[in-house]
């Protein structure tokens, strides 16, 4: 049985930050700076979820199908295990992720910054999709 906990609370802090960004009653009455640590928020709480959701991939695919399959894959090929066993439905979403997870460490530059906000919106949902696949077969 795989521990999930960590995962279930990332995904929360990751939507609940969401949320507060989207607010349209709470964050019209923030300056400028303040909206953007809001979005560095945001961007941070992508950037554990996405490190939490690859890794407990890898921990479910090593326990049902064999670490000798897993061991020293790349991030892609892991992709497409975890699509095969119906963990996440579109690889190529999660390269994007990916994509966008590297570019968590320049997000001073504004276009980048935006370009990882806008793929956290949409990873919410596949990592919630992840993580009831999870669920469902952690026995």
């Not at 049985?1 to 990751?14: G, N, Q, T, V, Y």
């Not at 928020?41 to 979820?49: D, E, M, R, Y």
């Not at 295990?81 to 999660?94: G, S």
Request: negative net charge.
């Amino acid at each position: 049985m795989i521990e999930l906990s960590p995962l279930r609370k990332a995904i929360k802090c990751l939507d609940d930050s969401l949320k507060i960004v989207h607010n349209p009653e709470f964050i019209s009455n923030l300056d400028l700076a303040v909206k953007d640590l809001l979005k560095a928020g945001v961007i941070q709480n992508f950037k554990v979820t996405y490190e939490l959701c690859w890794k407990f991939m890898k921990r479910y695919l090593e326990i049902n199908i064999g670490s000798q399959y897993i061991d020293g894959i790349h991030r892609k090929e892991l992709y497409r295990l975890a699509a095969e066993h119906h963990l996440i439905k579109e690889v190529e979403a999660w390269f994007d992720y990916n994509k966008a997870r590297n570019l968590t460490s320049h997000t001073y530059r504004e276009e980048y910054a935006n370009d990882v906000f806008q793929s956290a919106e949409k990873f919410l949902t596949d990592a919630g999709f992840l993580l009831s696949a999870l669920e469902a077969r952690n026995d």
